[in-house]
Nanobody, 127 residues
Framework: QVQLVESGGGLVQAGESLRLSCSAS????????MGWFRQAPGKERDFVAV????????KYADSVKGRFTISRDNAKNTVYLQMNSLKPEDTAVYYC????????????????????WGQGTQVTVSS
């Protein structure tokens, strides 16, 4: 089991920044690819970003590419999502998730491939 707890959400104005954190406990955090997803009201849960278990590989949704940065600190069992130039359409509940398997390759965008999920943190961007 991997337990995940997100933090760092809040209400900001368009153009501002937020940094989300996801703290992990349980199984060896450093063995898992970690993803961020988001879900807006009435919409499906969408992929945002993923970072490999090594920390050397990252991928982003086109909608956030160039604005968001995913990173991890395996010594702190934490994954981060730095969000810059936020837009109203970024408003959603943000979830971090751990891949179902250790040492997975390649990284996946599919939510169904992630077994462990946090409770989510609300990000609201006003125009």
């Amino acid at each position: 089991q991997v337990q995940l707890v997100e933090s760092g959400g809040g209400l900001v104005q368009a153009g501002e920044s937020l940094r989300l954190s996801c703290s992990a406990s349980g199984r060896t955090f450093s063995n898992y690819n970690m993803g961020w997803f988001r879900q807006a009201p009435g919409k499906e849960r969408d992929f945002v970003a993923v970072i490999s278990w090594t920390g050397f590989g990252t991928k982003y949704a086109d909608s956030v590419k160039g604005r968001f940065t995913i990173s991890r600190d395996n010594a702190k069992n934490t994954v981060y999502l730095q969000m810059n130039s936020l837009k109203p359409e970024d408003t959603a509940v943000y979830y971090c998730a751990a891949d179902r398997n250790q040492f997975s390759s390649p990284m996946t965008y599919e939510a169904r491939e992630y077994t462990y999920w946090g409770q989510g943190t609300q990000v609201t961007v006003s125009s």
